[in-house]
């Protein structure tokens, strides 16, 4: 790895980072809401199984690409394609993944900076500032403008700092310190009243419910959504990984993280509904339904918390700060898909892309809150449900059917020479091959 472009120091560095990225408000509030609408239990088992055996295999195929090209995700998928028609289609996916980056980033901050702002209203009130506090959870223009900004600023102060000394460091540092957050505030959850039938409604599946095709596509789309896929994310980090290291055991690592704190969030929120609801919390509606995500998230919890008296301002900040926390590590990924082209593909510096970039994508996302009714939802539909799973399938498609696979094996066998008897290498060229684009297709003409 080049000096000049940098790359993770250590193993722990990347699985820190590239768990950083998967890690964020689409596992501790999205996988817990989708688990609460999607029939409890059933929707754990399915994603658990969807996430190990389709979103694991494309996760590789871009951890691949990326440190087989050794560089950013354009040219990367470049490298790989030999042709001239391949190496415009793989311009094509390549910047595709690093706009769908930015497109999420610009609302990902929106919706982070609310978490921001949930986590200072406890502090306001602790120090008698009544107003500001209601300030604080008040929907208004500027809030949303002020913490918006403050989220994307702290992002762009990570990735100015390159890649041992801003994503690596910082990822090393914000990750242990939300695993430990989330289980103090399992234990604290689960000594209340009502924990006990969230417990069961999390962990006892309806069987029937499994093969439930919205169930499974919702399942997928969360799995695909959670690792990052299909945003030029992945190839990125990929890049940045050593040579010398197992990259089959790698990924594995990270898909494990990813999923477990998806897990843990589970075992934190669903109990913590039912103790609100024990309190007289509303949290289904009158036709039984789940009320809905970004709701949930922004009453039932602050009411939750409201009733424990003094010791909830604190609950609420470590549970706000928590989610601040994975989104940073997130939102610094996203941001360093765009950077990382521009400064590679352009020759400029880091600092100064980092900055331009960064306030480019502020811009459009100050252009979202103001028009927030109907933009949030386009754009996260555009990003997620469109963007993400095309471009997935897209980089599957790249290593199946264009990658020879004897030069896949070579890449594949750096750090892991043993590859080739192994079970991953029966398996995985035939599943990235056809069950991975096959599958990413059907969810995505389900979407449309
Ligand atoms: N994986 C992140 C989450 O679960 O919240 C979201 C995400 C990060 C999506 C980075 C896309 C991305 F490029």
Redesign the pocket.
């Known amino acids: 790895m080049s000096a000049s472009r940098g790359g993770f120091n250590s193993s722990i560095g990347f699985i820190m980072a590239a768990a950083g990225?998967?890690?964020?408000?689409?596992?501790i509030w999205?996988f817990p809401t989708q688990t609460a609408s999607n029939g409890g239990a059933a929707f754990v088992l399915v994603y658990l199984v969807l996430a190990f055996f389709l979103a694991y295999p494309a996760f590789m195929a871009e951890l691949l690409i990326g440190r087989y090209g050794q560089a950013n995700a354009v040219t990367s998928m470049q490298k790989v394609a030999r042709t001239s028609w391949q190496k415009r289609f793989g311009f094509a996916v390549g910047f595709g993944g690093v706009l769908?980056?930015a497109l999420?980033l610009s609302f990902?901050a929106i919706i982070a900076g609310w978490m921001m702002s949930y986590a200072v209203e406890p502090l306001a009130k602790l120090a008698s500032f009544t107003d500001e506090a209601k300030w604080l959870i008040t929907h208004t223009l500027p809030r949303n403008i002020l913490f918006t900004t403050l989220f994307i600023g702290l992002t762009i102060l990570i990735i100015r700092r390159g890649v041992e000394q801003g994503i690596e460091k910082w990822s090393k540092r914000l990750m242990p310190m939300l695993i430990i957050l989330l289980i103090l505030l399992i234990a604290y959850v689960f000594t209340l009243n009502g924990a006990q039938a969230g417990f069961a409604a999390y962990l006892n599946p309806d069987i029937s419910r499994v093969f439930d095709a919205d169930l499974l596509i919702s399942a997928l789309g969360q799995a695909f959504?959670?690792?990052?896929l299909g945003?030029?994310?992945m190839i990125i980090y990929g890049s940045y990984i050593a040579k010398k290291e197992n990259l089959v055991s790698l990924g594995a690592q990270v898909t494990l993280i990813d999923v477990s704190i998806a897990f843990l969030a589970g075992l934190l929120i669903i109990p913590a509904m039912y103790v609100a609801q024990a309190q007289g919390v509303a949290i289904f509606a009158e036709d039984g339904s789940l009320i809905s995500g970004s709701s949930l998230v922004f009453t039932v919890l602050p009411a939750l918390f409201l009733n424990m008296g003094a010791v909830g301002l604190f609950v609420a900040f470590g549970f706000f700060v928590l989610m601040t926390i994975?989104?940073l590590t997130?939102?610094i990924?996203?941001l360093e898909?765009p950077v990382s082209f521009v400064v590679e593909r352009h020759n400029i510096a880091r600092k100064k892309a980092t900055t331009y970039i960064g306030v480019a994508i502020l811009l459009l996302s100050i252009i979202i809150v103001i028009n927030l009714e109907w933009m949030l939802d386009f754009i996260a539909i555009l990003s997620?449900q469109y963007g993400?799973p095309l471009i997935a399938m897209f980089c599957c498609i790249f290593v199946g059917w264009i990658w020879h696979r004897n030069d896949i094996l070579t890449e594949i066998k750096q750090g892991n020479s043993e590859v080739e008897s192994s079970l991953f290498w029966k398996i995985w060229p035939w599943y990235v091959k056809f069950v991975c684009p096959t599958a990413i297709a059907l969810v995505f003409i389900h979407s449309l």
């Open positions: 990225s998967a890690v964020g408000l689409g596992n999205g769908c980056a999420i990902y959504f959670s690792l990052s945003t030029s994310v994975a989104a997130s939102s990924s996203m898909g997620t993400q």
